[in-house]
Structure formats: structure tokens, C-alpha cells
């Protein structure tokens, strides 16, 4: 079946720095790949997404790119702020229909 | 405002006890799902449902119920059956094709006492 590996977290970098969580997939077909965002105490937002290979997803300076050769969808940021402290899952529609998850990567921003 | 609306927020359960609950979306979405959280476990799917009167078990639906009589709700009971309901509960609905987005609760924190 479907499948989403993230790496683990939690993730602690400084204000400015760069950022990227890694994730790949398991999928039959061409599935649809999502990049969700919780705050705490929150449901999740949509953050960006991709609908085929090579689309670039783009939202508040985070991005990723959907790479099938690679079966890979990382997040990158240029400069976090403290706003981003969150947990992020990746995720993934395949031919079901259905949304499988990752099992989500703390990020923590410090001063 | 259109969205999807979870109640109640916070929860409390006797061991033994069935408890509802609830899930409306207002944004005509054809799919929804339940979902349960645990610390450093993810998100993992109880069940879905793709259509009215129709639903599917998820990868973690045993101890768990739904039912969809209506397309904006999709209510879920935790059953006594359930050996460890404490978790946070997240229902979110989608336009049930491929590339679309799923919307989110807020959530239901669910505690056995």
C-alpha cells in the first residue's frame, strides 16, 4: 500500500537558518504529494502541494518539489522564523483517494 | 465561513463507555475521514468515506464506529472495545479527487478516566 517516511524529529535550528525536512514516498501510479503544517493545540493546514512530476509547491517561502525518479518531496525554507516552530507532515494521495500521512517532523526555532 | 466543525474540544470517558464524536463540514466535500494522533506516532486513519451511506476501514478502525447518513456529517463513536482511546482526534473532509487538498477540525482531545 501507500506509504510516507519523514525524518525524525524534532528539528531545533536558530532564527535565519536554512531548513529542510526530507520525505519520500511509496505509491502506485501518480499520486498527488501535500505538505501539511500544525501549530499546537491545532488541526493541520495546507502548506503546499504538488500534482505531478517536477511541480514546484510554494507558500510562505517554503517550497518542494516533486521528484519521481528520486519518489522524494522535500520541504526547504531560506531563513525560518520563530513563527515556523510547528510539526509538518508530508503526505500523499494515491489511487484510493485516500490521504496517508508521515509520522510528522517537530521543527523548533530559537533566537 | 465555510469548514469543518469537530465537537466537543476536550472529552472525558469512563473506561467501559461509548462516546460520539461529532464531525460537520459545510464545503459540499464528498469525502471524509477520521483520523487519531499520538505523540510521535503520526496521523493514522480510522476510517473514510467517499460517499453518503458508504465508508471504508482505515489501517486502526477496530474498537471504532462510523456512520454517514449525511454528506456534511460523519460522526464517530469509540466503543469500549477501544483498549486505549486516549488520543486527539482529527476529522477532515475533502472534494474526494486525486489532487485536492483535505480540510482539517480542530480536533478532539479524548481522555479515558
Known amino acids: 500500500g501507500d506509504s510516507v517516511t519523514q525524518m525524525e524529529g524534532p528539528v531545533t535550528l536558530s532564527e535565519e537558518a536554512f531548513l529542510t525536512i526530507n520525505c519520500t514516498y511509496t505509491?502506485?501510479?501518480?499520486?498527488?504529494l501535500f505538505w501539511y503544517v500544525q501549530y499546537p493545540g491545532e488541526g493541520l493546514q495546507l502548506l503546499l502541494k504538488a500534482t505531478k512530476a517536477d511541480d514546484k509547491g510554494s507558500n510562505k517561502g517554503f517550497e518542494a518539489t516533486y521528484r519521481k525518479e528520486t519518489t522524494s518531496f522535500h520541504l526547504e525554507k531560506g531563513s525560518v522564523q520563530v513563527s515556523d516552530s510547528a510539526v509538518y507532515f508530508c503526505a500523499l494521495t494515491g489511487t484510493a483517494s485516500k490521504l496517508t500521512f508521515g509520522t510528522g517532523t517537530r521543527l523548533q526555532v530559537t533566537l | 465561513d465555510g469548514g469543518i466543525t469537530q465537537s466537543p474540544k476536550y472529552l472525558f470517558r469512563k473506561e467501559g463507555q461509548n462516546v460520539t464524536l461529532s464531525c460537520e463540514q459545510n464545503?459540499?466535500?464528498?469525502?471524509m475521514y477520521w483520523y487519531r494522533q499520538d505523540p510521535g506516532q503520526g496521523l493514522r486513519l480510522i476510517y473514510y468515506s467517499q460517499i453518503v451511506n458508504d465508508f471504508q476501514k482505515g489501517d486502526i478502525a477496530e474498537g471504532y464506529s462510523v456512520s454517514r447518513e449525511k454528506k456534511e456529517s460523519f460522526p464517530l463513536t469509540v466503543t469500549s472495545a477501544q483498549k486505549n482511546p486516549t488520543a486527539f482526534y482529527l476529522c477532515a473532509s475533502s472534494q474526494g479527487y486525486l489532487n485536492t487538498e483535505a480540510f482539517f477540525g480542530q480536533g478532539t482531545r479524548l481522555t479515558v478516566v
Open positions: 505509491a502506485t501510479g501518480y499520486p498527488s
Open positions: 464545503l459540499n466535500h464528498d469525502a
